[in-house]
Antibody, heavy 122, light 109 residues
Framework: QVQLQESGPGLVKPSQTLSLTCTVSGGSISSGDYYWSWIRQHPGKGLEWIGYIYYSGSTYHNPSLKSRVTMSVDTSKNQFTLKLSSVTAADTAVYYC??????????????WGQGALVTVSS | QTVVTQEPSLTVSPGGTVTLTCASSTGAVTSGYYPNWFQQKPGQAPRALIFGTSNKHSWTPARFSGSLLGGKAALTLSAVQPEDEAEYYCLLYYGGAWVFGGGTKLTVL
């Protein structure tokens, strides 16, 4: 059973960099069948795709966030990381990590972490 | 900016059938948008229901089905149960980027 768990500071000051790690258990992050994604949800709002990373390090981003987003993968720890720079209160959200399975011509966001609330405030 | 539009809210009676739709501001939704559907209950992470327009995950109840309908992606719930009350989100692929719909709040009443 694949499980994903987000971790990181729950409070970040404005203008600083938000950093979250997703630890994957029950499966290898190095498998070529998967992308590893970040999604966020502002309080009381809908979902927003942030981006995803392949085990090789290739990344794909939401154009609206691209300039502030850095993603990386650590295959030795079976983890992947999100960094979002120059945060403002508008970045306050629950951040989810998820596995994206590439299955033939289909993509499916099948397994999700429970989410981590990050609040941006001084 | 690409916008994916869902009905903000729908109400269905227990045992009834309801169809939620997902439209793209770029035009008709096709299988090439790889529509995904998710269910989210309060305080929980989203749960995947449908991928690739109509494919179900192993955990997806049989009463959920996905399709393309009138240029939109559609999620149909048949024989609706009280526990199906939730927010439902669609997700579409735009050549390297993904965009979520705004969500449909489904009330079972």
């Amino acid at each position: 059973q694949v499980q994903l768990q987000e971790s990181g500071p729950g409070l970040v000051k404005p203008s600083q960099t938000l950093s979250l790690t997703c630890t994957v258990s029950g499966g290898s992050i190095s498998s070529g069948d998967y992308y590893w994604s970040w999604i966020r949800q502002h309080p009381g709002k809908g979902l927003e795709w942030i981006g995803y990373i392949y085990y090789s390090g290739s990344t794909y981003h939401n154009p609206s966030l691209k300039s502030r987003v850095t993603m990386s993968v650590d295959t030795s720890k079976n983890q992947f990381t999100l960094k979002l720079s120059s945060v403002t209160a508008a970045d306050t959200a629950v951040y989810y990590c998820a596995r994206v399975t590439r299955d033939g011509y289909n993509f499916h966001f099948d397994y999700w972490g429970q989410g981590a609330l990050v609040t941006v405030s001084s | 900016q690409t916008v994916v539009t869902q009905e903000p809210s729908l109400t269905v009676s227990p045992g009834g059938t309801v169809t939620l739709t997902c439209a793209s501001s770029t035009g008709a939704v096709t299988s090439g948008y790889y529509p995904n559907w998710f269910q989210q209950k309060p305080g929980q992470a989203p749960r995947a229901l449908i991928f690739g327009t109509s494919n179900k995950h192993s955990w997806t109840p049989a009463r959920f089905s996905g399709s393309l309908l009138g240029g939109k992606a559609a999620l149909t719930l048949s024989a609706v149960q009280p526990e199906d009350e939730a927010e439902y989100y669609c997700l579409l692929y735009y050549g390297g980027a993904w965009v979520f719909g705004g969500g449909t709040k489904l009330t079972v009443l």
